[in-house]
């Protein structure tokens, strides 16, 4: 699967981004799909995911601000980031799950493919 992230910039503290990721290739295949975000230095960390099923988690720093959300018919997901802090400044990762069976055995098949990271940056 291969994912194009975008929306990512520049605002102030308190502003608005809404990032878009879309999946193409093997779609069908997709379970789930997820932001994460990275500082320099710092392992790369879960910000918010949904499953195909439409079940949603995010991480406590960014509940009630974040509000992922996907269309299955577009292949997107979308990251709406109200209220922004400056700690939210990160490079942020669009990535999808995957799953499917392969050869004649139908061996499943897991795994996770990553776009590529835009950069959010949020000013005190």
């Known amino acids: 699967v291969q994912l194009q992230a975008s929306g990512g910039g520049s605002v102030r503290a308190g502003g608005s981004l809404r990032l878009s990721c879309v999946a193409s290739?093997?779609?069908?295949?997709?379970?789930?799909m997820g932001w994460y975000r990275q500082t320099p230095g710092k392992e790369r960390e879960l910000v918010a995911s949904i499953t195909r099923g439409g079940s949603r988690n995010y991480a406590n720093s960014v509940k009630g601000r974040f509000t992922i959300s996907g269309d299955n018919a577009k292949n997107t997901v979308y990251l709406q980031m109200n209220t922004l802090k400056s700690e939210d400044t990160a490079v942020y990762f669009c990535?999808?799950?995957?799953?499917?069976?392969?050869?004649?055995?139908?061996?499943?098949?897991?795994?996770?493919?990553w776009g590529q990271g835009t950069q959010v940056t949020v000013s005190s």
């Open positions: 290739g093997r779609v069908s295949s997709i379970t789930g």
């Open positions: 990535a999808a799950d995957i799953m499917y069976l392969e050869g004649v055995d139908e061996v499943p098949v897991v795994s996770r493919d």
